[in-house]
T-cell receptor, first 114, second 113 residues
Framework: ETGVTQSPTHLIKTRGQQVTLRCSSQ?????VSWYQQALGQGPQFIFQ???????GRGNFPPRFSGLQFPNYSSELNVNALELDDSALYLC?????????????FGPGTRLTVT | KQEVTQIPAALSVPEGENLVLNCSFT??????LQWFRQDPGKGLTSLLL?????REQTSGRLNASLDKSSGRSTLYIAASQPGDSATYLC????????????FGQGTELSVKP
């Protein structure tokens, strides 16, 4: 069984640019969540997707947006990058039928904004 | 607003010691609580999940307890090993917010040989 995968592993962008991060869910999982983890901090919830629709959002501005595809993979898009967007971006998938909502995390994408 | 706090922020112990990591949360109306391990620059590995109706969960040398009324959870690690060195994060899920997790800032554990 393949776990959650994310691409790319590392990324360097310039302030003002746009970036797209990708996530492939674990097999059989139809819900995807994205988190931002700044250095030395715990992850912060960005949003969650279920059945290709946003299903909950944290305190992040609209320039953070996402997509979920019919195969349950997902993208996180960030426009007008700021220096504070530098962080580890984590994707997590879960089976909707799980009564625990337990999430399985990918290895993350390290984004550096210069 | 739910807030999760972990104390201490960092901990260094000699190999073989038993240790306890603490997690507190401000709102007792949680759905469940999960403990994770994170190695430097890596993703999160789930260690234990405790439902709100449970008091504890065990896996190998790990034991996690939950006291909802006091807003506390502890992660007990028995006979610590250098391979246990990592950051340990606790996170809570709130009712009616699906899978959203609210994390503490983590405890960085170093086990010295």
């Amino acid at each position: 069984e393949t776990g959650v995968t994310q691409s790319p592993t590392h990324l360097i962008k310039t302030r003002g640019q746009q970036v797209t991060l990708r996530c492939s869910s674990q097999s059989g999982h139809n819900t995807v969540s994205w988190y931002q983890q700044a250095l030395g901090q715990g992850p912060q919830f960005i949003f969650q997707y279920y059945r290709e629709e946003e299903n909950g959002r944290g305190n992040f501005p609209p320039r953070f947006s996402g997509l979920q595809f019919p195969n349950y993979s997902s993208e996180l898009n960030v426009n007008a990058l700021e220096l504070d967007d530098s962080a580890l971006y984590l994707c997590a998938s879960s089976p909707r039928t799980s009564g625990t909502y337990e999430q399985y995390f990918g290895p993350g994408t390290r984004l550096t904004v210069t | 607003k739910q807030e999760v706090t972990q104390i201490p922020a960092a901990l260094s112990v000699p190999e073989g010691e038993n240790l306890v990591l603490n997690c507190s949360f401000t709102d007792s109306a949680i759905y469940n609580l999960q403990w994770f391990r994170q190695d430097p620059g890596k993703g999160l590995t789930s260690l234990l999940l405790i439902q709100s109706s449970q008091r504890e969960q065990t896996s190998g040398r790990l034991n996690a307890s939950l006291d909802k009324s006091s807003g506390r959870s502890t992660l007990y690690i028995a006979a610590s090993q250098p391979g246990d060195s990592a950051t340990y994060l606790c996170a809570v899920r709130i009712y009616n917010q699906g899978g959203k997790l609210i994390f503490g800032q983590g405890t960085e554990l170093s086990v010295k040989p």
